[in-house]
């Protein structure tokens, strides 16, 4: 995953990817162009693990759409099940070690049976389990994004071996990451604003009032298109508007702008933006689990 590579970059953290599992073109592009050149296996399903070269670390996500809060929570439509590719391929490679992660929704009581399942999985294949939901807002990055995270080691952790992160003050707000100069196409006519005040993304037509902090000090949930990734307008001194592209990958962590998104569009980069992982939480566990460089 770019968000898993990005994150051990960002550490310093020798690596060489020996391979990633996408079909999305636009995702396949975004990874090539940020990353050493590597195997795309495609389709996970259809991999055969005894192909594989050997790895010491497994880094994913399956589909959240089922669990999420904005969803249905429907575990019937199959999508959830990728989590089984998942450990189709650990029990066979063995990584040392995986990261695993999904929305918060999956902790939820309607969803207890399949959560039950995903840890009975990991431990059925050798792996001691660790998992905590995170705050994105609780350790540097200023939106409200609930994750839910995995640590997995096989064999077992041993005893301070990895521990989740305390939570810290949070110094950078959303008005610190806002670029200086905006093109008037994220700025919101009428009918836009309309719109937003019928979705309930306003309290009001005419006056702006951010669903979490007027002063820009913290923004929703990242997602995957623009008016979703957009719950919170900006207003200035021309109107309100939306956030761009790039302030998008600025609170999914990439603070100094380090991801090549060129030849791509900004619908696309509002979902590459909302289906990734918000790369700061990722380096601090990557921190923790390899603070001896054991990889």
């Not at 795309?40 to 994913?60: E, K, S, V, W």
């Not at 391929?89 to 040392?96: L, N, Q, R, S």
């Not at 933006?273 to 001896?292: P, Q, R, V």
Request: aromatic share 12%; with cysteine.
């Amino acid at each position: 995953m770019v968000g898993a590579s990005f994150a051990l970059k960002k550490l310093g953290i020798p690596f060489k990817c020996v391979g990633y599992s996408e079909i999305d073109k636009v995702a396949i592009k975004c990874y090539d162009q940020n990353h050493e050149p590597t195997i795309n296996f495609g389709n996970c399903t259809t991999i055969d693990p005894a192909t594989l070269p050997n790895f010491n670390l497994l880094t994913g996500g399956f589909p959240c759409q089922d669990v999420s809060i904005a969803g249905l929570q429907d575990l019937s439509k199959g999508r959830t099940t990728l989590f089984s590719e998942i450990i189709r391929i650990a029990e066979v490679k063995k990584p040392k070690y995986m990261l695993l992660e999904n929305v918060k929704g999956l902790t939820f009581k309607k969803n207890s049976v399949f959560f039950e399942h995903c840890l009975s999985e990991m431990k059925r294949i050798g792996y001691d389990v660790k998992f905590k939901v995170l705050n994105s807002r609780h350790y540097g990055i200023p939106q409200n994004r609930e994750r839910i995270y995995f640590v997995c080691k096989l064999g077992k952790w041993k005893k301070n071996e990895f521990n989740f992160p305390t939570k810290t003050k949070l110094y950078i707000k959303l008005k610190n990451i806002l670029e200086e100069e905006v093109s008037d196409e994220y700025y919101l006519n009428q009918n836009d604003l309309d719109y937003n005040y019928k979705h309930g993304l306003t309290r009001n037509k005419n006056i702006y009032k951010s669903n979490v902090n007027r002063e820009y000090g913290l923004c929703q949930t990242c997602s995957t298109s623009k008016r979703s990734c957009n719950v919170d307008l900006i207003k200035d001194d021309k109107g309100f508007r939306l956030l761009t592209p790039t302030e998008a990958f600025r609170k999914m962590g990439f603070l100094n702008d380090e991801i090549n998104l060129d030849d791509i569009s900004n619908t696309r980069k509002y979902k590459l933006a909302g289906n990734g992982w918000e790369i700061n939480i990722i380096s601090i566990l990557f921190n923790e689990m390899f603070k001896e460089r054991r990889l």
